[in-house]
């Protein structure tokens, strides 16, 4: 998926009709529970690294232990890949996407849900991912 990442920018679209992502809620599967985090924000490498943050310290506290320090029970682990509900709103549209990233914070998919509405404002996963790419992503 890297290689995809670096293709893609390599051509640097940049469609100057997204101004922001913004992020509804993220979605993350552990070995224990499907977890949704509501977290609200616009979409950047500092929110990016909040998210992940937030989701290792909820692990951690997941974990409990005996006296001596060692998992008292199975550790809590991720099962699956952080799925970011993101919007893109342009004049009184709204574009609605996910954008799927693994653990360490790489763009595995971009997968927009109204493609009539982007396609109307020449915005397409290539563009979605230049404007990633522009914010540190």
């Given at each position: 998926m890297i290689k995809l990442k670096n293709i893609l920018l390599e051509t640097n679209i940049v469609n100057d009709?997204?101004?922001?992502?913004?992020?509804?809620?993220?979605?993350?599967?552990?070995?224990?529970?499907?977890?949704?985090l509501q977290?609200?924000?616009?979409l950047d490498e500092f929110f990016l690294e909040e998210v992940i943050g937030d989701i290792e310290a909820h692990i951690d506290d997941s974990n409990l232990t005996d006296d001596s320090g060692n998992p008292a029970f199975d550790i809590t682990r991720l099962v699956s890949d952080l799925?970011?509900?993101?919007?893109i709103k342009i004049d009184n549209s709204e574009?609605?996407?996910t954008i799927t990233f693994d653990v360490n914070g790489d763009i595995l998919d971009v997968d927009i849900d109204d493609e009539s509405i982007a396609?109307?404002?020449?915005?397409?996963?290539e563009t979605i991912m230049s404007h990633l790419e522009s914010k540190g992503i």
């Open positions: 009709n997204i101004k922001d992502i913004n992020v509804n809620y993220i979605q993350v599967d552990t070995n224990f529970q499907n977890m949704t977290k609200q924000g616009v799925k970011f509900d993101c919007e574009i609605d996407l396609e109307k404002y020449g915005i397409t996963t």
